[in-house]
């Protein structure tokens, strides 16, 4: 199994910044991606940033030019720093991990974080 903790959420001022993290544990053979999703009261869950194995990144447009997601690969770690935040950037912000671990078989398995919560108001 797999756990990932996250941390880093709180409230901040419009224009302000946060920084999240995200750690995994377990039994991990290697990190196929890390990413950052968020959820808005009544509203489906998307994608803000990934970055892949390779160093690949990609952004949803909203975030773009705001928003760097990076990551350490002998901490398993990813981060996501979050500048000139928006109240609309408000929402509960969950790591992602897919990972491919080996026991009996090969198997590429998804992990979510326990979710964080970030909002941006005055």
């Known amino acids: 199994q797999v756990q990932l903790v996250e941390s880093g959420g709180g409230l901040v001022q419009p224009g302000g910044s946060l920084r999240l993290s995200c750690v995994a544990s377990?039994?991990?053979?290697?990190?196929?991606?890390m990413g950052w999703y968020r959820q808005a009261p009544e509203k489906q869950r998307e994608l803000v940033a990934v970055?892949?194995?390779?160093?690949?990144?990609n952004y949803a447009d909203s975030v773009k030019g705001r928003f760097t997601i990076s990551r350490d690969n002998a901490k398993n770690t990813v981060s996501l720093q979050m500048n000139s935040l928006k109240p609309e950037d408000t929402a509960v912000y969950y790591c992602?991990?897919?990972?491919?671990?080996?026991?009996?078989?090969?198997?590429?398995?998804?992990?979510w974080g326990q979710g964080t919560q970030v909002t941006v108001s005055s």
């Open positions: 992602h991990f897919r990972i491919v671990q080996r026991g009996v078989a090969w198997a590429v398995n998804d992990y």
């Open positions: 970055v892949t194995s390779g160093g690949n990144t």
């Open positions: 377990g039994s991990i053979f290697s990190i196929a991606s």
